[in-house]
């Protein structure tokens, strides 16, 4: 799964395109989708599940800024909440477009472990990974700090 997101001057995000393929070949997606869509939006950063080095690597010899940063699932689903829900109060900042189906669907398969903090996950949960990948790579010192802060 592949996710085209925007920020704005003001931090909001915008999951604005989704982009679901099974049983393809890296080099066909980066060629044929990936690489368009980086032209088409003027992508500064194609952020990757970081135990996959030879895609990331695939996918920058076609020319695509793949980058990986390890995160836990909890770090991502705190970040989500805090842009769903910014500290204080205020508006949502982050903001999936209604034809992101795969998407949203899947964000409902998380659920905390009963009386803990752990995240239970489905298997079919990429999309939510790949918003994981971007949050935590986006801002880059946010994997490493407790609560994640974002700007």
């Not at 194609?46 to 695509?64: F, K, N, Q, T, V």
């Not at 689903?77 to 795969?102: E, Y």
């Not at 899947?106 to 949960?125: F, I, L, P, W």
Request: hydrophobic share 35%; charged share 25%; net charge neutral.
């Amino acid at each position: 799964m592949a996710l085209l997101i925007q920020v704005s001057p003001s931090e909001e995000v915008f999951v604005i395109g989704e982009h679901y393929h099974t049983n393809r070949a890296v080099s066909d997606l980066a060629r044929s989708v990936y690489l368009p869509a980086c032209h088409r939006y003027q992508v500064q950063g194609w952020y990757c599940d970081p135990s996959g080095p030879s895609e990331m690597a695939e996918l920058r010899s076609a020319g695509i800024p793949a980058v990986g940063r390890r995160s836990t699932v909890e770090q991502g689903v705190l970040a989500v909440r805090k842009l769903l829900r910014p500290p204080g109060g205020g508006r949502p900042r982050l903001h999936i477009d209604r034809r992101c189906a795969r998407l949203i669907a899947e964000m409902s398969t998380y659920a905390y472990r009963d009386g803990s903090d752990h995240v239970e996950k489905d298997q079919n949960d990429h999309g939510p990974d790949a918003l994981r990948y971007f949050l935590v790579n986006h801002w880059s010192g946010a994997a490493a700090a407790e609560p994640l802060s974002l700007p």
